[in-house]
């Protein structure tokens, strides 16, 4: 079993949103995803799991920062690649044939670490990574 991580430095409490968390809210903005989605991202935490983290943070799982590693590899890639925010934002969203045809969105809501980091593999490839 993995040992949960309280925020993103060893002096941080519950009270604290950590970094990577802020960030990915934010993305999630930018991306327009439901909360159902950002929890799928997340890692499936339960419903009053994800709304506490939104407000006031809490202890994330191993597995959630690992998620949130590669989520924000995967906005930082996009920005790199594409100088047009709006069309960074859109791309998640658009079909693609290395995802067999369905949208990278749709390839990470998959719900498997190993789904965004295929995302993410793709994009470093793409950006010479």
């Keep these: 079993m993995t040992e949960p991580v309280r925020g993103s430095s060893p002096s941080s409490d519950s009270a604290r949103v950590p970094a990577e968390l802020e960030a990915f809210f934010r993305i999630a903005d930018r991306w327009r995803l439901s909360a159902d989605d950002q929890i799928k991202l997340l890692g ?26 590669h989520i924000l590899s995967i906005w930082k890639a996009l920005r790199i690649l594409f100088t047009i925010e709006e069309r960074a934002d859109d791309w998640i969203r658009r079909p693609n044939d290395f995802f067999d045809g369905a949208s990278a969105l749709d390839t990470m809501l998959q719900g498997r ?15 010479g990574g």
């Design 44 to 69: 499936s935490p339960g419903r009053s799991t994800f709304f506490k983290w939104k407000k006031a943070g809490g202890t994330l799982p191993a597995d959630t920062v690992e998620r949130l590693s």
């Design 113 to 127: 670490v190993v789904d965004i980091y295929r995302v993410r593999q793709y994009l470093d490839a793409q950006r």
